[in-house]
């Protein structure tokens, strides 16, 4: 019997990276937070342009953070829009990058007065752990900014954060 730290996938196993987090916050606040170049600029980019519509274009320019994944620019569409409900992100393929799924994922879930954010970025190849590995480190960085600004209204662009770290953030006073 293999151990399974050392156990091989099996060929054509996928991988989904998968973030849930709680937002005290309206789901349209988190859509717009989404959706719109001047609020993406706000908390996450350093850049972007956004025509929030399904099949609307989507470019998005990131900061050079310490330790980040370094993506510089990236553009692509959306493909699936519901406002206060979901958003979704069809990207053009890096070079290097065959091996990165296109499609990433928004879902946010009405709680009470607040939402919740389920991000997904399904079908890494499971032979793919570098690529796997730094776009879980990126879309980790990326909730908890939200989550950041959206409960506070403060900003790190241009640090890396974790969620423990936004969470702890968050419960300071604004």
Known sequence: M??????????????????????????????????SA???????????????????RLRLVWPRAKDAAGFGEREGFFVDLEPGRKVAWMWKPARGE????PLSSFFINPRLKNCEISLLHAGFPASAD?????????????????????????????????LETARILSRKKK
């Open 130 to 162: 570098g690529h796997y590995d730094r776009y879980a480190r990126a879309w980790e960085d990326c909730v908890a900014k939200l989550k950041l600004y959206i409960e506070t209204g403060k900003t790190c662009k241009d640090e890396v954060i974790d």
């Open 2 to 35: 293999v151990p399974a730290e050392t156990h091989r996938p099996r060929r054509g196993a996928t991988r989904d990276i998968r973030y849930e987090v709680p937002l005290k916050a309206a789901p349209e606040r988190v859509y717009a937070a989404l959706t």
């Open 38 to 56: 001047r609020e993406l600029t706000r908390w996450w980019l350093l850049g972007a342009e956004t025509d929030a519509r399904n099949a609307g």
């Open 98 to 101: 065959k091996d990165v799924p």
